[in-house]
C-alpha cells in the first residue's frame, strides 16, 4: 500500500500502520508521518525520499508521542533547515525504534534520528548507516536533557560537517543530555568503550549495492560471515514479544545469542540455528519433510 502523508489525529491516536509506503511526500514538519500527541504504531513501512522543510523527513513525534516504530525503511529522506533527517522527537516525546534501517537520510543536526527536550527515545536493533549531517550527530543527534537508549545497534560511515571524518560524535552526539548506549557498533569508538561496545567494521555485505549508489533500494547492510557484530548484542535488551524476526522476517535470534543490527546472519541449511550446517540439520530436514512441514 501507497500512502501520501499522514497526520495522526492531535489528540491520543493510536492507529497501526502496517506495510505502508511513504514516498516523495513533502511538508514543513513530518512529511511522511507527524505525530502529536499521538502514539501509533508504524511497522513493516517503507519511508523514501520525503523532505520536510524544518524536522523530521520521514516522521516527526512532538508533545508526548510515543510511537512504535518497528521493522521500518527509512532511506534518503531529509530535514532541510533543522533536525532528524529520518526522526524528529522533540518535548517528551519517547519513541521506540526497533529493528530499522536508516540510510542516506541528511538534516542540518541528527542527519538520521535527532531528539530534543527531553525526548527518551529507546532504540534496539538498529542499523543506522551512511547518513549526513551539515553539523552535528549525524546518526544520532541528542539535546536538552534527552536521554535515549541505544542498544544492540550499529553507527557506522555517518558523517557530521562538524567533524568531516566519521568519528564517534558523527555517529552519536549529546548536547546535554546523557544516552546510555551499550552492546553496539560505533565507528570512531572513544568515550564510549568499555560497555561492551565495539569499534570494527561491521563488514556489511554491499552497503552502496550493485547501483554504487547509497540510499537506493538494493543496498545490502547483511553482515558478512566474519563480522564482528555476529553474536555480540544482548539478549535482555530484547523487549518480550517486540523483537521476534529480524528485517528479512527471518529468526531474530540465532545460535542462542543476538546479532547487533536489522539482520541476524544465518547459514543457509542451518535449520537448527546453532550456527553451523552439519548432520543435525540433516535430521531435522528429514523429520519435516515426513512431517510435512515446509
Known amino acids: 500500500m501507497a500512502f501520501g502523508r499522514l497526520k495522526s489525529a492531535k489528540v491520543h491516536s ?123 550527530g549525524a546518526g544520532i543527534y541528542s539535546t536538552g536533557d534527552s536521554n535515549c537508549r541505544v542498544t544492540n545497534s550499529i553507527l557506522w560511515e555517518n558523517i557530521a560537517d562538524a567533524n568531516s571524518i566519521p568519528t564517534e560524535q558523527a555517529q552519536i552526539y549529546d548536547a546535554n543530555s546523557i544516552p546510555k548506549v551499550d552492546f553496539c557498533c560505533i565507528e570512531g569508538l572513544d568515550t564510549l568503550s568499555g560497555k561492551y561496545n565495539i569499534g570494527d567494521d561491521p563488514l556489511f555485505v554491499d552497503p552502496d549495492g550493485t547501483d554504487g549508489i547509497i540510499g537506493s533500494p538494493d543496498d545490502n547492510f547483511l553482515l558478512m560471515p566474519d563480522s564482528p557484530c555476529i553474536n555480540m548484542g544482548n539478549n535482555y535488551a530484547l523487549p518480550f514479544g517486540g523483537i521476534v524476526n529480524d528485517l528479512s522476517g527471518n529468526s531474530r535470534i540465532v545460535n542462542k545469542k543476538v546479532d547487533m543490527g536489522v539482520y541476524e546472519f544465518y547459514f543457509k541449511g542451518d535449520i537448527d540455528n546453532d550456527g553451523d550446517v552439519d548432520m543435525l540439520d540433516f535430521v531435522r530436514l528429514a523429520e519435516n519433510w515426513l512431517a510435512g512441514i515446509e
Open 14 to 136: 493510536n492507529t497501526n500502520i502496517i506495510k505502508s509506503n511513504f514516498v516523495y511526500n513533502g511538508a514543513e514538519w513530518g512529511a511522511g508521518i507527524r505525530n502529536i500527541e499521538s502514539s501509533p504504531v508504524i511497522t513493516r513501512c517503507i519511508f523514501h525520499y520525503n523532505l520536510a522543510s524544518e524536522g523530521g523527513g520521514a516522521i516527526e513525534n512532538e508533545f508526548n508521542s510515543n510511537p512504535l516504530i518497528s521493522n521500518c525503511i527509512l532511506r534518503s529522506n531529509a530535514a532541510f533547515w533543522h533536525r532528524g533527517g529520518a526522526i524528529y522527537n522533540y518535548e517528551n516525546s519517547e519513541p521506540k525504534i526497533y529493528n530499522s534501517l536508516m540510510t542516506n537520510n541528511q538534516s542540518w543536526d541528527g542527519g538520521a534520528i535527532a531528539n530534543e527536550l527531553n525526548c527518551a527515545a529507546e532504540i534496539i536493533n538498529c542499523t543506522i548507516s551512511h547518513n549526513h549531517s551539515k553539523e552535528y
